[in-house]
């Protein structure tokens, strides 16, 4: 088990939009995220005035260099709202961009150079079918839940405990029943609760 005081360490918000996440990680912790990261101008612009504190990053979560942007301070959290769009089964029978899928995987590039103590990613219910994609642009059936498998146990290999559930909204005060996928990973030894 570890000792820590969280407000020694920093959060960072990658995906970060209108600031959403940041506002329910600030009611949490009672501070918004040190530095929130998106390509989208509107997005970033949005997120500035809902957290003016916060560093903002206007940049693909990609030309991000994890240790340049946290400058030797210890990363408590880092949370990934990742592009869900080409996951979801309300996508339908639409080719999907493997491009967007692998943008998980950034994940890998924080938990591997900085170490952040808990990662939490959240995305749709389906992110867990996660494979290759076949020849014609579509999910390769055969391989449902692949890549998932891996990107997990590269968590693993990086010292991080890992569980994930499905939530839905309503259970939680919001006027939706739509399923979420919440994934936390932790390598501070402490259990995930």
């Known amino acids: 088990m570890s000792n820590f005081n969280l407000f020694n ?9 209108g600031g959403g996440a940041s506002t329910g990680i600030e009611m949490a912790l009672g501070r918004s995220p040190e530095i929130a990261i998106n390509h989208d ?5 949005m997120h ?22 946290v400058a030797g301070r210890p990363v408590g959290l880092v949370w990934l709202s990742p592009d869900c769009k080409h996951f979801s089964k309300a996508k339908g029978s639409t080719p999907v961009s493997k491009t967007i899928r692998g943008l998980a995987w950034v994940t890998l590039r924080w938990a591997a150079t900085v170490r952040p103590r808990v990662i939490m ?35 693993k290999r990086n010292g991080y405990q890992v569980e994930w559930k499905e939530l839905r909204a309503c259970d939680y005060g919001a006027a939706t029943i739509r ?4 994934m936390i990973c932790r ?3 402490l259990p995930i609760t």
């Open 48 to 69: 500035t005035v809902n957290h003016p504190v916060t560093e903002h990053y206007c940049e693909s979560v990609w030309d991000i260099v994890p240790r340049d942007v």
């Open 41 to 45: 101008p509107d997005a970033i612009s």
């Open 179 to 182: 399923k979420r996928l919440f």
């Open 121 to 155: 990613l959240e995305n749709v219910e389906e992110f867990v079918t996660w494979g290759p994609i076949a020849t014609d642009g579509r999910p390769c059936p055969k391989n449902k839940g692949r890549t998932f498998t891996s990107f997990v146990n590269a968590l």
């Open 9 to 17: 360490e920093i959060v960072v918000d990658n995906f970060a939009g």
């Open 187 to 189: 390598r501070d030894g």
